[in-house]
């Protein structure tokens, strides 16, 4: 069994995590488990994206829905990784275009 190694996640990275297990509507513990979080961390999350009005509860109060405005966050959050990947990689070529032309120490 291979077991995927997660590097330390940003409170960002693990709120969009939580709306998009959260999309199609999903159980507390569906959610605990796609996101790799403990009992005690989804709680607190998930109090505070109810709260934030990010997540909603079905009227049985079993299944949690991510809103409107959870999925805005959704989309606003991979605008930002896809505009923070480009400036990686443009660092990067700019880096190497320095050492290259021999400027960088």
Request: no cysteine; charged share 30%.
């Amino acid at each position: 069994m291979q077991v995927a190694i997660r590097r330390n996640r940003t409170h960002e990275a693990i709120i969009e995590e939580i709306l998009g297990s959260a999309a199609d509507g999903a159980r507390q513990t569906k959610i605990m488990y796609d996101a790799s979080l403990s009992y005690d961390q989804v709680k607190k999350y998930i109090s505070k994206l109810l709260t934030s009005e990010m997540l909603s509860l079905d009227d049985a109060g079993k299944i949690y829905l991510t809103t409107d405005l959870g999925t805005e966050f959704i989309r606003a959050y991979e605008d930002f990784k896809r505009v923070e990947r480009n400036y990686q990689n443009s660092r990067v070529v700019v880096s190497r275009i320095l050492s290259n032309a021999g400027l960088r120490s």
